[in-house]
């Protein structure tokens, strides 16, 4: 697709997802976390697949031809070992503390080869780092990180002693930590994507890409500090200044559990 489709191309992943996982997976079953109103369940199933709607709040899930579960990201996923041929974390991970228990729980429950597609805010698109430098927030449309605007979904006025305590926004991760947390787990990663195209950041490009490509590629070159393989830092330099990561509003991971080795 190019720039011009990008740009006007939907911001939602939910018509795009079954096909996503059919470039991986004949069939199998995926699970959907977490589901809020089933959208992207529906999506996967009406693809062919048997999915397994997981959320916090699974009263709020709608749609037929899928199981719902209840799920709660904080704790232990209520499934056994190797479950599931895929795994959905669709905007997700920006809500949770405890990011890389959370994705060791998932590379768990995964088998080996599966596939796990993890969608989240991209903080490191062009207009994204402008908003940085001039209010320390990514998205200027958002909500700054403030203890009123930042509990969601509760269900008392006092959501620190509610029991099922939803955050908001809070734990922003950009795609060199994402990266590092997954293949920290046992993934590898094989790919990164983004929904619409930003039109400011697009405009933007001209200014700030010279000075971005310059910074990351210097970051990346320094022996002592990144002691990164030559081909290691072509692949993060590729995808971090892909794009879909300069241009995207919403970052899109593509990885695969890697297999036990043998013995």
Request: aromatic residues 10%; contains cysteine; charged residues 20%.
């Amino acid at each position: 697709m190019g720039l011009i489709g990008r740009l006007f191309r939907s911001r939602h992943v939910h018509d795009e997802v079954g096909s996503w996982f059919k470039e991986h997976l004949d069939r199998g079953l995926l699970l959907d976390l977490p589901a809020g109103d089933g959208v992207n369940s529906r999506g996967m199933a009406a693809a062919g697949f048997e999915v397994v709607a997981g959320d916090l709040f699974p009263e709020d899930v709608e749609g037929d031809g899928f199981t719902v579960a209840k799920v709660d990201l904080n704790r232990p996923l209520p499934f056994a070992d190797e479950h599931f041929d895929g795994i959905l974390f669709s905007e997700g991970i920006e809500h949770l503390d405890a990011q890389l228990a959370c994705l060791g729980e998932i590379a768990r429950i995964l088998k080996p080869g599966g596939m796990l597609i993890v969608t989240t805010p991209n903080v490191l698109h062009l207009e994204g780092r402008l908003s940085f430098l001039l209010t320390g927030h990514a998205h200027r449309n958002r909500s700054p990180v403030t203890a009123p605007a930042q509990y969601w979904g509760c269900s008392t006025t006092s959501p620190r002693t509610s029991g099922d305590v939803y955050f908001g926004h809070i734990f922003l991760i950009n795609a060199f930590q994402l990266r590092f947390y997954l293949e920290h787990v046992g993934f590898e990663v094989i790919g990164v994507d983004t929904t619409r195209y930003s039109l400011s950041s697009v405009l933007l490009a001209p200014f700030l890409f010279p000075f971005v490509r310059f910074a990351t590629s210097r970051l990346l070159g320094n022996k002592r500090k990144a002691k990164l393989p030559k081909n290691v830092k072509k692949s993060y330099l590729r995808q971090v200044l892909s794009p879909h990561l300069l241009f995207g509003k919403r970052l899109i991971m593509v990885a695969r559990k890697l297999a036990v080795p043998a013995g």
